[in-house]
T-cell receptor, first 112, second 109 residues
């Protein structure tokens, strides 16, 4: 089944403790992206990747890192999480940026 | 300033009562306008992409249209299972896909 898989689905962590949210797609898509969704603010792009080893900042990149060493994986790294990073995170992929995206099921992160 | 504005924020319909959702945008160099459906606690689900003014696409009870300034998602004879949040997004001449805040649709029996 074609899908984008995120892990974990839920995560509660403490301020400052480094964490990684994984994202993997099995569709050989070139384009991958991370979004956060907050009430009243909608979906905002954090980082995106046009292909392996090519990444760039979205609208809200502060406090986040990404890497794209393989085509299928695009992990999101929070080196020192803070409470304002509490949010619902989505990974998405697409064959091309101008095509429709397939989204993962989401990761609900709480930083206390 | 918002580049993508969706209206209304919320809409309640009776089953069978057709209506339209609006997405207005201000980006230049539109490379694509996307419609997604999102159910609570789930990731957005792709519905349509429109690339140029005058284009229309249909899927079951949904029909999306595009002009130079806005897009409409028409819902014909909706059913309760059509209840969801509908998101509009535009891809501009850069690399950003900008989402609107969505329209929350509730269809009652």
């Amino acid at each position: 089944e074609a899908q984008v898989t995120q892990n974990p689905r839920y995560l509660i962590t403490v301020t400052g403790k480094k964490l990684t949210v994984t994202c993997s797609q099995n569709m050989n898509h070139e384009y991958m992206s991370w979004y956060r969704q907050d009430p009243g603010l909608g979906l905002r792009q954090i980082y995106y990747s046009m292909n392996v080893e090519v990444t760039d900042k979205g609208d809200v990149p502060e406090g986040y890192k990404v890497s794209r060493k393989e085509k299928r994986n695009f992990p999101l790294i929070l080196e020192s999480p803070s409470p304002n990073q509490t949010s619902l995170y989505f990974c998405a992929s697409s064959l091309r940026q101008s095509y429709g995206y397939t989204f993962g099921s989401g990761t609900r992160l709480t930083v206390v | 300033e918002d580049q993508v504005t969706q209206s209304p924020e919320a809409l309640r319909l009776q089953e069978g009562e057709s209506s339209s959702l609006n997405c207005s945008y201000t980006v230049s160099g539109l490379r694509g306008l996307f419609w997604y459906r999102q159910d609570p606690g789930k990731g957005p689900e792709f519905l349509f992409t429109l690339y140029s003014a005058g284009e229309e696409k249909e899927k079951e009870r949904l029909k999306a249209t595009l002009t130079k300034k806005e897009s409409f998602l028409h819902i014909t004879a909706p059913k309760p299972e059509d209840s969801a949040t509908y998101l509009c997004a535009v891809l501009d001449s850069g690399y950003a896909l900008n989402f609107g805040k969505g329209t929350s649709l509730l269809v009652t029996p």
